[in-house]
């Protein structure tokens, strides 16, 4: 098992810090400035255009997708601590075109989309001009079984007619979100129910297509937007199908996979990043006479939080090198895993650091609340916990519970 890096990961891994530092950490309070003075808690931060200028100048762009085509040509496992980096900030990604929904939008555009859908959407999506969105989650339905899901796409002659409500669909509300890439049932009768469904791109300036309301997420609706979608007799051309008709949910496998990496290598940024502000705040900070680096309990939340981060951290390197070397059905154990500790493992040091600052930790002054909020997100994003538990058990009673 050989899970170290190749030179060009650790080439990128330098580069991608020292950006970080120049440009992403001393602009994180303009950032935050810039939205809050547009009285859009959905506006696009200027700064964000300018650093992505700088991001493309310098080589560190679209590093996400292993298509040499359209991307770096990275593996998982090199893409691995690149996005980690990233995640040390919640909108960092976004400067370097590596932003979720985006990445596995353009991954499964890259991989299932035709000529024309490419030229018209993942043409703009790798240059950053325009964001995107996945419409997947429905409020009437458990949609962490996507089976279930509801929304009827019909077809009429040489259209499809869509119909349904979808929510939490993430990014909808920006306004440089221009296209869904919405999953619904074209074949609710088919007795094999893994092909009921299909993937729509749908405009989303489509008439019939609403975008209600962005969803507060612990009484804050985001700078992304976590949107209910509503769609009445939302019609698109039947060549909008992403793949083929009844591969919806094979798509959405495919495309949650790599995704999962990501999200959980950004969430150990998160909580390596949190550590070092403990370890920072907590040398500098005196109460009752001597350095909160020095109390008993700050040193065991220190201590128990490397052991977690690298625990974490290790589990999904062996988990991306394992999707690159015999790929994602055989790592389907170790992705249920990750998505499982990685997610816990952000919450929990997050809310150590919170409460090591203090009153500071739950302000905006520090980045510690927001990314605690978006940690928690990430026990439901992409499945929950429980489903990720469920199948790691199945797995585990398959191979096991016969033995006597």
Request: aromatic residues 8%.
């Amino acid at each position: 098992m050989d899970f170290g890096f190749s030179q060009k990961s650790l080439d990128l891994q330098e580069r991608l810090k020292v950006f970080m530092l120049k440009y992403v950490y001393p602009n994180e309070k303009i950032h935050h400035e810039q939205i809050k003075a547009s009285g859009n808690p959905h506006h696009h931060a200027e700064i964000v255009d300018v650093l992505k200028e700088k991001a493309k100048e310098e080589g560190l762009w679209n590093l996400f997708l292993p298509d040499t085509t359209y991307g770096a040509g990275l593996t998982n496992l090199e893409y691995a601590p690149l996005a980690e980096i990233m995640g040390r900030v919640l909108w960092a990604s976004e400067v370097f075109n590596c932003s979720a929904p985006d990445t596995g939008n353009m991954e499964i555009l890259a991989q299932f989309g035709n000529e024309e859908q490419k030229e018209t959407w993942l043409k703009p999506l790798l240059e950053g001009k325009i964001r995107s969105s996945f419409s997947m989650t429905e409020p009437d339905v458990a949609s962490s079984d996507a089976t279930n899901i509801q929304m009827y796409i019909r077809r009429e002659g040489d259209e499809y007619v869509l119909n349904g409500r979808k929510w939490f669909i993430s990014g909808a509300a920006r306004e440089r979100c221009k296209l869904l890439i919405t999953m619904g049932k074209t074949d609710p009768l088919n007795p094999e129910k893994h092909r009921q469904q299909s993937m729509v791109i749908v405009p989303v300036n489509t008439p019939g297509v609403t975008i209600k309301r962005a969803i507060p997420v612990f009484g804050n609706v985001g700078n992304e937007g976590h949107c209910e979608i509503i769609y009445e007799d939302a019609r698109v051309s039947i060549t909008n199908v992403l793949g083929e008709e009844g591969g919806g949910f094979a798509i959405a496998q495919a495309r949650l996979g790599p995704g999962r990496i990501h999200h959980c290598m950004r969430s150990i940024g998160a909580a390596q990043r949190a550590l070092e502000m403990m370890c920072q705040r907590a040398t500098r900070r005196v109460a009752f006479g001597k350095a909160l680096a020095e109390q008993g309990v700050v040193q065991d939340w220190i201590a128990q939080s490397r052991v977690e981060i690298e625990t974490a951290r290790l589990l999904t390197l062996k988990t991306a090198w394992m999707m690159d070397t015999v790929g994602k059905k055989a790592a389907q154990d170790e992705i249920a895993m990750i998505k499982i500790i990685a997610p816990e493992v952000h919450t929990t040091v997050l809310n150590r650091a919170i409460q090591l600052f203090g009153a500071a930790g739950v302000s905006d002054d520090f980045p510690l609340a927001e990314q605690w909020v978006y940690g928690r997100t990430l026990h439901l994003a992409d499945g929950p916990d429980e489903v990720h538990k469920r199948s790691l058990a199945r797995s585990c009673l398959r191979h096991w519970g016969n033995i006597k």
